[in-house]
């Protein structure tokens, strides 16, 4: 009876510190595990791109314009005789510029007048040869041809492309460069070819008199040329918010980021990973202001004014 006792006694401790071994190597192994994953996960987060669904944004603005090395230097005006009218027309894209500039230069100077109109940067440069404006405003440099006509260019912003879509579109994944190539070459006609939705991408497309068009032809597409397929459009006025009215729930465009940043009826797409704000964003140009040689008084006090530290102040505003 006691032998039958000290067996099952020895039986059971035997068993028990089989389980505390258990129980302790699977431990150790949950242990090193978990070590192992955080380990890994780290590493993973210290090294990972972003994927072009991600977005990058960036309190950095976008760096002031550029100055041209032959582009000729005005003075910021101290005073500007009563009754100095200034007219300018052009470029879309610049029309917010035009009306800060108005509103603080009329403010700092009273008796001024600056008239303003925006009927894209083509319409602004004939204007300005035919003598019906004093200044072009324009969103692409000046090609061989104007300048050989007298006219000059004065670099007074930096401004990005932003690809937009409507609001009503479920659409909000970024896309890479390539995305946005074959969507306005035409090649890429299906939401769900671009992760979304299946259904057709209808792409609006400025008319080619834009400046911000052609633009985005040589940013976005190199020079190539925009496709013609069905599901493009092209409108016949290059103004913004036609534009924007015409996305919809399925269309794609694109406006310059000063135009859009604070509508409340689109939606700014990521492109490769980056937004339009960030200051390193690479799809920027240059906003130019220009005149024809030799340059009138009311040229010259209101591009003084543009490019001096309280006119860079209104734009920025």
Request: glycine share 10%.
């Amino acid at each position: 009876m006691l032998e039958e006792f000290t067996t099952k006694a020895m039986a059971q401790k035997n068993e028990t510190a089989i389980l505390i071994l258990s129980l302790l190597v699977t431990a150790g192994i949950l242990g090193g595990g978990y070590w192992w994953f955080s380990r890994q996960s780290n590493l993973n987060a210290n090294n990972q791109s972003p994927t072009p669904n991600e977005t990058l944004s960036s309190s950095e603005s976008l760096p002031p314009p550029t100055s041209l090395p032959d582009a000729p230097k005005f003075d910021e005006p101290k005073t500007v005789p009563s009754g100095t009218t200034v007219r300018i027309d052009g470029s879309t894209s610049m029309g917010l510029i035009n009306q800060a500039l108005k509103k603080s230069f009329e403010s700092q100077f009273p008796g001024t007048s600056v008239v303003t109109d925006a009927d894209g940067s083509e319409n602004g440069i004939k204007d300005l040869l035919a003598g019906n404006v004093d200044i072009a405003a324009i969103s692409r440099p000046l090609n061989s041809q104007e300048k050989e006509q007298g006219l000059i260019a004065i670099p007074v912003a930096k401004d990005a492309i932003a690809i937009v879509v409507g609001n009503n579109n479920p659409f909000r994944r970024g896309l890479t460069k390539n995305d946005v190539v074959g969507i306005f070459e035409g090649k890429i006609t299906d939401w769900s070819a671009v992760g979304g939705r299946p259904g057709t991408i209808r792409v609006i497309n400025r008319p080619p008199a834009s400046g911000t068009r052609q633009t985005f032809q040589e940013l976005f597409l190199e020079g190539k040329k925009f496709g013609s397929t069905p599901n493009i459009t092209e409108m016949q006025r290059d103004a913004t918010t036609p534009i924007l009215q015409a996305l919809g729930k399925d269309g794609i465009g694109y406006a310059t980021y000063a135009q859009v940043a604070d509508q409340q009826t689109v939606t700014t797409l990521a492109v490769d990973g980056t937004t339009p704000e960030a200051g390193h964003y690479p799809y920027q140009r240059q906003l130019y202001y220009v005149y024809k040689t030799p340059p009138n008084p009311s040229v010259q006090v209101f591009l003084g004014y543009a490019i001096s530290p309280p006119g860079q102040d209104a734009i920025a505003k």
